[in-house]
């Protein structure tokens, strides 16, 4: 991604975390926001030097400048940063861009290789398009909060993390990606693209808990829960997670748990005799796993080359061998926030090695540098700053530090 310029216009998750991802790349990416205000995510708490842990975290790798988008002089100055960019990316809701006259139809005329991506959460058009939109909704809408419940007869339960807003900021990327890569391959034009949360939670669902859905003409049952356990089982200490999807995995695991007995048992020797009769099948394994403790079940497990893992709290995560062993956890030094404690870049490049992340900005932290870096000359900043259409934080972020 090293020399794509892109301008995020996002707040939040969804949006500011696809950039990030592009800027943990190599991206030039310039985090565009309301001057004295910034993005909403800056204000949460869990801060240090006055920075949430949030923003630090989905907001690396860029810069930010502070416009007045609401001014002329302000989408002037927007259309000109417009003009050389190679990527836009705004999550205002539908309507909000065209009213500030810095839509894709406004700024293609002046970059036509100028790739545009809308965000939105229910989409542009359709009765719920124009209502404010959180993950918890997108949840409810797409069925979600019902396949986490188990079955459509029990109480729905949310996914106790944003995953709509994570997943639709990882489509988004690669979406971008693919835009990229289809400008360059054909030497053309850029294009708009639009994504909303609804289409990318939708697209994830289907791949597995939409099955029953899927042929048309197939008369669709009320989804019903599999078991009234899920795959995770106390031990003598703690808890653990075993998966075993075919035959040999099943025999393997009865050995490891000393039944060899269960092999035998008909209601047990195929996967569809196992699922057909889960709640017995939980039921023996979760009988025997409290005589031991996690690690002494894990290592015979692991013996008879059954998948298990040990379910962990967030603060072991951090400290557990195979996460330590693959360094995907590191630390580093911000100049405002202090040590950070982050997860690296996930996909590891080994012919075109990006530079390490570079840590979240402040708000206005690069005013200055960023409108030379367009050629606009100290003059039309200095003017820009006094009419308040550029924000002045930067100004008070260098008195500050002397």
């Known amino acids: 991604m090293t020399g794509i310029k892109i301008l995020d216009l996002c707040s939040m998750m969804s949006g500011p975390w696809a950039t990030d991802i592009l800027g943990d790349q190599g991206a030039d990416v310039i985090k565009v926001e309301v001057p004295g205000k910034g993005d909403h995510v800056r204000a949460l708490p869990n801060r240090s030097g006055d920075m949430s842990a949030m923003f630090v975290n989905v907001n690396r790798s860029k810069r930010s400048l502070t416009l007045d988008l609401k001014t002329p002089e302000g989408v002037a100055v927007f259309k000109r940063l417009a003009a050389d960019a190679d990527v836009i990316v705004q999550n205002f809701r539908p309507g909000v861009v065209e009213r500030l006259g810095i839509s894709y139809d406004d700024l293609a005329p002046l970059n036509s290789r100028l790739i545009y991506l809308s965000l939105s959460g229910f989409g542009e058009g359709g009765p719920l398009s124009g209502q404010r939109v959180y993950d918890s909704l997108i949840q409810g809408l797409t069925g979600l909060t019902t396949v986490q419940a188990g079955s459509d007869n029990e109480r729905p339960r949310l996914i106790r993390t944003i995953l709509p807003d994570k997943l639709t900021a990882v489509v988004a990327a690669q979406a971008l990606s ?76 009865c050995r490891a748990l000393g039944h060899p007995e269960w092999i035998d048992d008909e209601r047990f020797t195929t996967p569809t005799g196992r699922l057909e009769n889960i709640n017995e099948r939980l039921e023996l394994i979760q009988s025997v796993l409290t005589d031991k403790t996690s690690a002494e079940w894990l290592e015979a497990l692991d013996g008879h080359d059954v998948p298990a893992a040990p379910i962990l709290k967030r603060s072991e995560v951090i400290e557990h061998p195979q996460v330590l062993s693959t360094g995907i956890v590191v630390e580093s030094e911000h100049p405002f926030a202090g040590r950070l404690r982050q997860a690296r870049v996930a996909a590891r490049f080994l012919g075109t090695v990006p530079d390490a992340p570079r840590g979240a900005p402040k708000l206005g932290e690069h005013n200055r540098e960023v409108l030379a870096d367009y050629g606009f000359a100290d003059n039309e900043i200095d003017q820009l700053i006094a009419t308040g259409v550029l924000g002045s934080e930067q100004e008070l972020i260098a008195t500050a530090q002397a």
């Not at 939409?210 to 200490?237: C, H, N, R, W």
């Open 178 to 253: 693919a835009a990229l890569f289809a400008r360059e391959r054909s030497g053309g034009d850029g294009q708009h693209i639009r994504l909303s949360m609804l289409e990318a939670v939708l697209s994830f669902l289907w791949a597995s808990d939409m099955g029953a859905y899927t042929f048309a003409d197939k008369p669709v049952p009320i989804e019903k829960g599999g078991s009234f356990i899920d795959l995770i089982y106390q031990t003598a200490d703690g808890y653990i997670t075993i998966a075993t999807n075919s035959n040999v995995e099943w025999q393997n695991m």
